[in-house]
């Protein structure tokens, strides 16, 4: 196996350090080369950039695998929980019954907002998205924790970490009953941590909200499967503004505002939103599929597609199954979840879409799946922020422990006008009219 790597520039070859990773994965270490040559790499969207050397997640795009910390993402949906597996994620290792009681008593203790807090919410418009309202209370709640400034304390990691994982989901809830004009609702120290996203979601002062066994499980195993999923874009942010030595909150706020464009997070509204729009127009998906093969329609097959699977993705096969299971055990139906089926039948024997390797993805059957538990669609990307939480933390903690991080700065390659004189105003021509 190769250790280096050649590269001749200018008729001069420098060799180049090749890193291989637990499952032989490769990188060349270009770290000096612009040091010996002159020259950077350019990478337009980072498709082929390794950033950092991460111990958390695994995937292999080509064969559709996905494990946290060694474990495959299909073991864990069928015997883990949310909480378990975000101890893993952050921790590195399942925890012992007492780690896990410990990290539970940890959350339950930490799930109340600073009272003050209820004021901020006042201040939002009631068509406020809620991604906008996470990213902004999460920020907000760093000014209630001092201890959160200053140097990184490895000391005070487990209460930032339980309270950020714990409030993110008060936070999320009391959101949305914001918005639509309902008291909040506390949470219930005796509920585990799903049951009492939900009872905050759908309590009432004067009536309890019934749980399901099914409905909190299905929630649960949404939260787990989008726990991490290594550099995406916005574990990435989380990293970049985590290298400035910005403390944890501000860093998973950036996360949340990186999640919530339509090609990374908010592709599981961006879903719904499509299938509501085939399912208005009477299409039976075919037209749509055409339009999204056409550049200039400005549509695209949401939840298809992914940077890194180039085969269907491993959540979205476990979400699929879920999916059907849960309308059974709830004897109910869907019409969007029909159109979805027969998109997906008809995408995946299309050569333009197989040709690009375009499968679904997680977001794909997610929507339908929080649809049928209850979740209104505005609120679906703020679900996924509260399931990527522990791999968020877990990327942070990564480059705070890490003695040799640097800031993170990208560089480019200039192509805008070459040496240009500042011209006073009184000289500057006005632009003719068309
Ligand atoms: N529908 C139609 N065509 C598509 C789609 C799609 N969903 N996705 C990619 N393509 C085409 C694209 O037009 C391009 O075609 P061509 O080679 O002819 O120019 C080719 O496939 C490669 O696409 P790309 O945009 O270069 O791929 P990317 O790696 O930059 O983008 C993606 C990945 C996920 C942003 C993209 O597939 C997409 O926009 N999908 C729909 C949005 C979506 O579902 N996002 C959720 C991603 S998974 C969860 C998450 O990360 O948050």
Avoid at 362 to 372: E, H, N, P, Q, T
Wanted: overall charge neutral.
């Amino acid at each position: 196996m190769n250790t280096a790597a050649k590269l001749e520039i200018d008729g001069k070859v420098h060799t180049l350090p090749v890193v291989e990773g637990t499952e032989q994965e490769r990188g060349i270490d270009i770290a000096t080369l612009r040091t010996h040559t002159g020259c950077i790499t350019l990478d337009d969207g980072y498709g082929n950039t390794g950033s950092c050397l991460s111990k958390i997640t695994f995937i292999d795009g080509e064969k559709g695998v996905l494990r946290y910390r060694g474990i495959p993402i299909e073991e864990l949906a069928q015997q883990s929980s949310f909480i378990e597996t975000a101890y893993l994620i952050i921790y590195g290792h399942l925890p012992t019954r007492r780690e896990l009681q410990h990290f539970s008593d940890l959350l339950t203790q930490n799930e109340n907002l600073h009272e003050d807090m209820k004021y901020h919410f006042e201040g939002f418009p009631s068509t406020a998205h809620p991604m906008a309202i996470l990213s902004s209370m999460i920020n907000a709640s760093s000014c209630f924790y001092p201890g959160l400034m200053g140097r990184w304390n490895p000391a005070r990691f487990d209460v930032h970490t339980a309270r950020l994982i714990s409030q993110v989901r008060t936070i999320a809830a009391f959101s949305y009953r914001k918005s639509h004009g309902l008291p909040v609702i506390y949470p219930k120290p005796t509920h585990k941590y799903t049951a009492n996203f939900l009872h905050m979601m759908f309590s009432e002062p004067y009536l309890e909200y019934e749980l399901k066994p099914e409905v909190v499980r299905a929630l649960d195993l949404i939260f787990l499967l989008h726990a991490d999923h290594e550099q995406n874009c916005s574990t990435a942010t989380v990293r970049m503004v985590a290298s400035s030595q910005a403390n944890l909150f501000a860093c998973a706020a950036a996360g949340v505002c990186a999640l919530w464009g339509p090609l990374h997070g908010g592709a599981n509204q961006a879903v719904i939103e499509m299938l509501e729009e085939i399912h208005r127009s009477g299409d039976d998906g075919s037209r749509f599929i055409e339009a999204a093969k056409d550049k200039n329609s400005g549509k695209r097959l949401m939840g298809f597609g992914h940077r890194v699977y180039k085969n269907y993705d491993p959540r979205a096969k476990i979400i699929k199954q879920a999916c059907d299971s849960l309308f059974r055990a709830l004897h109910v139906s869907d019409p969007l979840l029909e159109i979805a089926q027969r998109l997906e039948a008809a995408a995946l024997h299309d050569s333009y879409f197989l040709e690009r390797k375009l499968y679904p993805n997680v977001d794909f059957y997610s929507g339908i799946m929080m649809r049928a538990v209850g979740i209104p669609t505005e609120m679906f990307t703020v679900i996924f922020a509260i399931g990527r939480m522990p791999g968020w933390i877990a990327n942070f903690r990564e480059i705070m422990d890490d003695p040799h991080s640097r800031i993170y700065r990208p560089r480019q390659v200039y192509t805008g006008p070459a040496l240009n004189r500042y011209v006073p105003i009184e000289d500057r021509a006005e632009p003719a009219k068309a």
